[in-house]
């Protein structure tokens, strides 16, 4: 592989500083002239039409500016998340959310929000609200909500022409004939996977702060992972221009992982709305219960697998469906078993392939983004099948993922080519590191209260969301008359370290050090059109449209510097920010040597050769300006996409006395191309691990046969893995370079969760010799299927 | 002339409805959390050393968090004018200013500051700074301050070899042999003409809050003119790369005139320094003394005229001396007489020219930059002494001028060709408008009180710097996907309603309704480099590189829209927003009319034709987006320069008992080429015309010979016309496209303000038949002149 200057370093991140001095700025940090505070109330029943409200008391409490319910805010239909924004043709988004309706669909939905002067008062106003409620039949479970005489949640929506609660169309994918290839397949294995909803438990809840100028111009400082498509929501909502609202982060987002794709649940538009009432900057913070029981969770669900194999283990078909949780509203649920099916098609060369998805309408949180976005929910479900089918087949799990495993060039369901592959590598360095060889030596004794055993899945991603959706990025670079340069970025860091990644591909294809890259970001007024921060695509996007425009900089820096010596572009280069000719032979004027912008009296230039056999960019900039001219370059995403691929193997110990699983090792083996900045890809590592751990473990919400109200609220029940609950992971990359991506880069912020879970929950299984087939794997599940009798 | 659809109208300004609602936002409304108040020690002295400075005591009192002497801030030499940034040939601007010095120049020079909790606490802290000046000797004026044994302002600088107390190189032009050409005239005309100091009085006094981000990046919102120079000259100043400061308008400025290109006087830098100091956001407010006191003035001077001219009245000769005022610091003191001498030197067409002018340092306020920028002095004396002539030959002085006057195509000595010029038509329309041919009436009864009389002046002036200075500007256009227009650019609107003209031009170049056209502007974030508002640039250098962006995303919609429906870009229009066929029959698929970003559900696209003749910009950007395109352009300043031509004919009335000067009325004829905005020209012109009126009438600073002290230090003193004096004005534009600018435009801010002046003082100087030299033409002046007897 080529060498580099800048990339491929382990970089420091650029916000460490702010971050671990407490003067990061995040959106609960804005504070403005004249701001006041709202709060939300929420509808305590899980399904509701509300007769009336009587807000007067309310509004006539002192320090009340402003109070709004669905009679008197605007009532555009939309989705708080960045569905897939009207296609010409398609595809096209579900939206079904109102900033506030006339029925309530789970408990926490919007009924009404009030800014006043203070929280506590606004707090006191929420309780002088009077809602006259209707309460309606609901339903929690989707195999019920399916059922024609379940209740319909949105009974007036032209798209539940697919089915019961089922709006927008199922996604679909055939490939040769599943059902003629199982019947002649040697071995079949069947199974039924069971997912229950989790969150994405980001460090920062939902918020925003609005502000209206005198002029109309919105104003907004948002937790939003996606400035421009917020902005283009908010337009939508409420029906101006989107050159007239600027979507900022602070820039610092307290976490995403997908939460916030489009507005941060209702955060943006409930302040927008009481700005708009109001006229003060109204800022809007949820609380983490209301995060927790109002804002998007990962799909739970129920999947079905049939997989077909040979005797040899040539795996012959794999037929996939998946029915998911959708919860109140659409969001993206209509979007995200899309992901669930292509990419477990793709992990194996299989000619028979089917996969059916869609997602039904619950009165619970409404599902969403969360990284992986379904990729996660049919890893679990597949690679269950593959160790249940090498079980069958008397075969080592690894060998039948590698002798069917997806190869480069290999022709998949993906709309991208498979231009580069190291799943063998992957599972290679893997297996050696888990200490794989062990497996049989740990399945031999199965007598004591302590099982261990080992478990493996693969997997692959994308690398942003070209083809499945609209997915493109943008990016302005100035070479300022000093020599620095700005990098103009739509994209916001939310806690990847993703913008220095972005400064050190631009300072590579510029040829200039990290230390003279600045970037700006996430500002919808500073920046052109941009997806955002989510879809494992900023280092591969936007890497790939911030290296074209640093290309073009460079260009225009060598043409420019070319005319200072008399030489042809061409010929020059620029490295560490210095211009000088391949040959060594340029001669430019020593006069130009760091003459200063402003030159104080008495000012010589240091004295050198004369001529000189190169110059710096800082040299040239200021020469530029002082012609007029700036040196300016505008990149744009070429529009491709690469597969990441990845394993992780698990080493796990399953206590059979109380069901409690102990992880003793993960190894995270990723192939993402050239790696831009070692340290950053192992925190994706350890970070996507971790929350896999809490996946497989621990992680769920649950809800109240009752009264359909959240079970785990709060982060105490809520039992994410903690730093102090990390376990032994190795972080393992193999390297090649992707023919696509910027420096053969491919997107690792995704990948990195989607196998932790499907590896611990085979481990578990290979533990025990069951079959298990849900997550999280409670004590209590654990136990029931070591004591089940039949 | 071409019809356009959006540019030559009166379109209503787009600040308007904020302004008059008080909602605006300026410097002094920007407001952030945990800010504190600024306030500075000014020297009371014109002339001192500092011994000592205690601020033991001031950084003692509660509340207080910083207080800053030159013992201990950074002491860079800069200067506060965005002096004409280093040039790798030639011109360098002069830079003698500190933060805070330890010697004090001038009565109001900067001692300390102090940032505290409250205003009242910081004022309370400056009483506590001890000083112990050596009181030095001092000088105010420029003839004394020249010889050598004057005192020596800032003796340790090697750019004082031009002269005691003289900064800089002089200015000299020269043509021909003028003392020959005098010696051959039939007449010589002679003359001194003085001139006072006078100041802008703009609405907003400076001032600016300066942030430092935890990043340690420095946000600065301000009342510059030029938010990128400024930003250049921070980073000079305290030492850090261009890039980690960002300088914003608010975006409103009340006013500039010339006041603050560059930064603010001190306003920026102080509050950075003491941000830095206290690591808390600074606000700090120049009162309306501290603005008159301590922030630049217009320079006054001396000019000196000889005009050689033959019996038939062509001019063979002039010659032209200014040695002007520049106060205790260089600012633009350094540039400002080569506008006096080019501008001068071009009205006519004279073979034997000569000029030359430098300013002198004295212990006064620092002179700089104030519309016209130099012109209007020269001016004054050149018109004056055409009027003398015209006396002395006899002849009538508009004849004398159209005789001689620059024509197009002329060789004259700007470094910019004369390739549009409608003086002659300026001319008649002037004379007929103040009805000239009633002069000899006026003048042929002297015997009454009351004398009326009719003067004129012609005059020229820049569109932007460009080859007298560095004179740059960029823009980028970006067509959301909803169609809307965003046009970001460096240039701030400080009043002059400049957005509202670039935003038509950018309209018009893009052929899009103006109402689809939304500005960001004055950000440094947000946009590449500009040279800012100053210099009649703005319609001109601004509209040439916005028209440049806008064509540029022009042709890559129209190249868009081709293969929408298989035509040819070159084959199709857009005007009005709407994409065409220039033959009318193109054929767009009907089912991309009007689709929804956000398509809710049961929409149905508007029935009408299939396929389309024509086709919406918002359509095609939508179906652009959902493509992964954003129409993009970027714009520069293709570099060039055009002079403005304008008469004004001033008809006033001289009361020769008291020495009171009324205006009658003024004639204010101008061509600036295509006029973008009627109604914003209208304004241009009332305003420069009334400006003239005090100029040349009741406007002046004066100083105390004794203790050094500025006369006129508050508005009650410093007798601006206000809205109640204004004059009858009639206000012409003269139309015809100049070749370079955009649409045919020329630069219109200073040149409205470079005649009035003199036009009144040879109203004046008919009325009485007498030769009146200075400004302003106070009645105690007048008076004298009446009463002189020799």
Not at 142 to 169: F, M, R, T
Not at 424 to 447: F, L, P, V
Not at 627 to 647: A, C, E, K, M, Y
Not at 713 to 719: A, E, G, P, W
């Amino acid at each position: 592989m080529t060498d580099y200057a800048v990339i491929g370093r382990s970089a420091p991140r650029r916000d460490t500083l702010e971050k671990v001095t407490g003067q990061a700025r995040y959106t609960l940090d804005v504070t403005l002239p004249g701001m006041i505070h709202a709060q939300v109330l929420r509808s305590p029943w899980p399904h509701a039409r509300i007769r009336s409200i009587d807000a007067s008391a309310a509004e006539a409490l002192p320090g009340v500016r402003a109070v709004l319910t669905h009679q008197n805010t605007i009532n555009t239909l939309f989705s708080t998340a960045a569905t897939m924004m009207a296609l010409p043709t398609g595809h096209q988004g579900v939206l079904d959310q109102r900033i506030f309706d006339s029925t309530v669909r789970f408990v926490g939905d919007e009924v009404a929000a009030v800014a006043a002067d203070t929280l506590e008062i606004a707090a006191k106003a929420l309780k002088l609200i009077e809602v006259d409620y209707e309460i309606l039949p609901f339903v929690l479970d989707p195999e019920e909500a399916e059922k024609p005489e379940s209740i319909a949640l949105h009974p007036d929506k032209p798209e539940l022409q697919y089915g019961h609660n089922v709006p927008g169309h199922p996604v679909e994918i055939k490939r040769g004939d599943v059902e003629k290839a199982l019947a002649e397949a040697d071995e079949v294995v069947e199974l039924t996977f069971n997912l229950k909803p989790v969150k994405q438990m980001q460090m920062e809840t939902m918020g925003a702060v609005a502000q209206v100028e005198g002029s109309g111009k919105i104003n907004v400082w948002s937790t939003t992972q996606t400035t421009h498509p917020a902005r283009a929501q908010l337009a939508h909502i409420f029906k101006i221009p989107t050159s007239r609202i600027r979507v900022m982060n602070p820039p610092y987002v307290g976490g995403g992982f997908g939460s916030r794709i489009g507005l941060s649940a209702k955060a943006e538009v409930i302040a927008v709305a009481l700005a708009l009432a109001s006229r003060k900057p109204v800022k809007l913070t949820y609380t983490r219960t209301e995060d927790m029981i109002a804002t998007d969770t990962r799909h739970g669900g129920q999947l079905k697998l049939r997989l077909g194999a040979k005797k040899d283990g040539t795996l012959t078909a794999l037929d996939l469906r998946a029915r998911l949780n959708k919860g109140a509203y659409c969001s993206f649920g209509h979007e995200i078993y899309g992901t669930t099916g292509h990419m477990n098609l793709s992990l194996y060369q299989i000619p028979n392939l089917y996969f059916k998805g869609y997602s039904v309408y619950t009165n619970t949180t409404t599902a969403g983004a969360y990284r992986g976005f379904g990729n996660p929910q049919g890893n679990l479900t597949v690679e269950r099948g593959i160790e249940m089918m090498a079980a069958r087949l008397g075969l080592d799990p690894l060998e039948l993922r590698r002798k069917n495993a997806t190869q480069k060039g290999g022709d998949y369901v993906l709309p991208y080519p498979c231009d580069s592959n190291a799943i063998q590598s992957c599972m290679t360095k893997g297996a050696e590191s888990i200490g794989w060889h062990k497996r049989a030596e740990y399945n031999a004794d199965k007598s004591g209260r302590l099982r261990r055993g080992l478990g493996m899945a693969i997997g692959t991603h994308y690398s942003n969301g070209f083809q499945l959706i609209v997915d493109y990025e943008s990016a302005y670079i100035t070479v300022q008359p000093d020599g620095s340069v700005n990098v103009a970025t739509p994209i916001s860091d939310i806690g990847t370290g993703c913008n220095t990644a972005v400064a050190q591909m631009a300072a590579e294809a510029l040829g200039v050090p990290l230390e003279s890259v600045f970037m700006i970001y996430a500002d919808t007024d500073s920046t052109p059109f941009g997806y955002g921060a989510h879809s494992s695509r900023i280092v591969y996007a936007h890497g790939i449209a911030v290296a074209a425009a640093a290309r073009e900089v460079r260009q225009k820096i060598l043409e420019y510097a070319a005319g200072l010596c008399g030489r042809r572009a061409e010929e020059l280069d620029l490295k560490c920010g210095m211009v000088r000719a391949k040959d060594g032979a340029a001669s430019f004027p020593a006069e130009l040597r760091r003459r200063q912008l402003f030159q104080e009296p008495g000012y010589a230039p240091p004295s050198g050769p004369d001529p000189l056999t190169e110059i710096s960019l800082r040299d040239v900039a200021l020469h530029a300006h002082s012609q007029n001219r700036q040196f300016i370059g505008v990149g744009q995403d070429p529009l491709t996409n690469s597969p990441p691929w990845h394993s992780v193997f698990a080493d796990v110990t399953v206590d059979t006395e109380t069901g409690q699983i102990t992880v003793n090792k993960i190894a995270a083996c990723h192939d993402v191309g050239r790696v831009i900045n070692p340290s950053n890809m192992r925190g994706q590592i350890l970070g996507g691990v971790l929350q896999g751990v809490g996946y497989a473990l621990s992680e769920q919400l649950g809800y109240e046969p009752k009264t359909g109200r959240q079970t785990h609220t709060t982060m105490h029940h809520y039992m994410s893995p903690t730093a102090l609950d990390i376990v032994d992971i190795d972080p393992i990359t193999v390297e090649e370079d992707d023919p696509h991506g910027p420096f053969g880069a491919k997107g690792a912020g995704e990948t990195t969760l989607v196998c932790p879970a499907s590896a611990i929950v085979n481990a578990a299984s290979n533990a025990l010799g069951l079959d298990l087939t849900q997550v999280p794997l409670t004590p209590e599940y654990v136990l029931s299927m070591i004591n089940r009798t039949c």
